[in-house]
């Protein structure tokens, strides 16, 4: 009996006991997950987009009348807007190249008056439409902005119309034809949200001299204009 009692005192003790060790023990150390950094902004892949914005042409012309030469320049100015498509390509780091088309209509006309040799001559000028076929280089100096150049092929109608007025007589010459010429440029791009992207963009577009034969008065003339088109727009693309 003396032997059970003393034994069950002893277990006592040490269950008694136990908790005051565990308490000495050092405690777990817990860690926060690490967190993964940002996945930087991939400008690689296909895109379409729209845009509008405006466009200032200066028309050079030069008219033949009576064998009188008669050169002026007319600026028109407008509301262009269209669609383009493109693909870019992620080639390092901070660079990207890419390619791109587009198409825009635009309400550019203008008209203007002079008078030489007993001539009144009204010239209407205008750009009902024209598009580019670029390439683009581009920075990327922080992640999701892209600052690009870009250059390339640009075309457009360029249409014509005179009309001579003299004393005793009216005469109307006009013209339209499908030019192709060249553009540079530049611009920003950024990643707003999603797949979708939004840029500021401004291209010089140079389509050179059209020349219209004719026939007023009685006799051969020509009409002559060289457009220089600055166009400013903002656009947005959904890249796939």
Sequence with gaps: MNKLAVGS????????????????????????????????????????????????????????????????????????????????????????????????????????????????TTETDSLPWFGTARGRIGFTPVDRWLVYATGGLAYGEVKAMDTFNTANMVATTTGNTTKVGWTVGGGVEAALFGNWTG???????????????????????TIGTHLHENIGRVGMNYRF
């Design 9 to 120: 005192a002893t277990l006592l003790a040490a269950a008694l006991a136990a908790p005051v060790h565990a308490a000495d023990l050092p405690q777990p150390v817990y860690k926060a997950p690490p967190v993964a950094p940002p996945v930087a902004y991939n400008w690689t892949g296909f895109y379409v987009g729209g845009n509008i914005g405006g466009g200032f042409a200066s028309f050079s012309d030069s008219s033949i009348v009576r064998a009188t030469t008669r050169t002026h320049t007319t600026n028109a100015d407008g509301v262009i807007g269209g669609g383009q498509i493109g693909y870019n390509y992620q080639f390092a780091p901070n660079w990207v190249a890419g390619v791109e088309a587009d198409f825009q209509g635009s309400s550019q006309k203008r008209s203007s008056t002079s008078v030489a040799a007993g001539v009144t």
């Design 199 to 221: 840029k500021i963009e401004y291209l010089y577009i140079d389509l050179p001299n059209t020349t219209f034969n004719s026939v007023a008065f009685a006799r051969p003339d």
